[in-house]
């Protein structure tokens, strides 16, 4: 692969409506995909979050904390894993919908965790379809544990792993705020943007904020973003933009100037 990879994701804040159960955000999704149409990049590989499609499943079943023995949080996980694939079909329809060859790919059917880190990856078929010139869509999912039976893979995992393993120029990750503040921006309205950090100052501002930050079942904002650490320590960008806003993440894909945070090693 001549051209260096980009791996973008997109939040399941953005994608869905986070207070309605199992609602997607149809226009956004729509938007993001003709936004990255027009981009015309070579070689992508998106990933896209839960909201509250996954979330609210994972959450009621437990299944990050692992198997329990108990035959109703199998249900969970099939129920947790088949609303991803739901709201990944939307994604992936909505692509095709504007000519990218953007092709459906399960990640518990290529990941296995242990302890809830990524421990065995078959990269071929992920492999073959970026030679070939697809965009594989993944998401975060209901994976299988060496460990504990099952967990919770989140999409933040996914895309620093991804990023490290294909070598990958850069990470871009649409949210719904405009990249990292120095506490909330929703409860707080004397947070502050951060325009740009460095990995040695990253650590140092992640205990100052603390994990104030909206959570969900795989982390708030900073455990998203301390999941891209090891990807800034092989050399990865990141840029943290608001793609909730039109034509934000046009410009991110494009290089052209953001607002947003970027994150790299010096």
């Excluded at 099952?150 to 393993?165: C, E, V």
């Amino acid at each position: 692969m001549s051209v260096k990879l980009t791996v973008l994701k997109l939040g399941g804040s953005v994608i869905t409506h986070k207070d309605k159960p199992l609602i997607p955000n149809l226009p956004a999704i729509r938007r993001l995909a003709k936004e990255i149409a027009s981009a015309k990049l070579a070689n992508l590989i998106l990933v896209h979050g839960g909201g509250s499609f996954g979330h609210p499943l994972a959450k009621r079943y437990k299944i990050k904390e692992g198997f329990n023995g108990k035959a109703s949080q199998l249900l969970g996980f099939a129920k947790t894993h088949q609303a991803m694939v739901a709201l990944n079909k939307l994604v992936v329809d909505a692509l095709i919908k504007e000519k990218i060859p953007a092709v459906a790919v399960s990640p518990s059917s290529l990941i296995m965790t242990k302890s809830e880190r990524i421990h065995i990856f078959q990269e071929e078929p992920l492999t073959k379809l970026l030679q070939l010139g697809f965009v594989p869509v993944l998401f975060g999912d209901a994976v299988f544990d060496l460990d504990k039976g099952f967990t919770i893979l989140s999409g933040d995992q996914l895309i620093a792993y991804l990023a490290i393993h294909y070598k990958a120029e850069r990470i871009i990750v649409g949210v719904d705020v405009d990249g990292l503040f120095t506490g909330d921006p929703k409860a707080n309205k004397e947070a502050k943007l951060l325009n740009h950090v460095a990995l040695k100052e990253l650590e140092t501002l992640m205990q100052q904020i603390g994990e104030a930050q909206v959570h969900d079942v795989t982390g708030g904002m900073l455990s998203k973003i301390r999941e891209m650490i090891p990807a800034v320590e092989k050399g990865v960008n990141v840029l943290v933009v608001n793609a909730a806003e039109s034509k934000n993440l046009y410009k991110a894909l494009k290089g052209e100037r953001v607002l947003g945070t970027v994150i790299s090693r010096l």
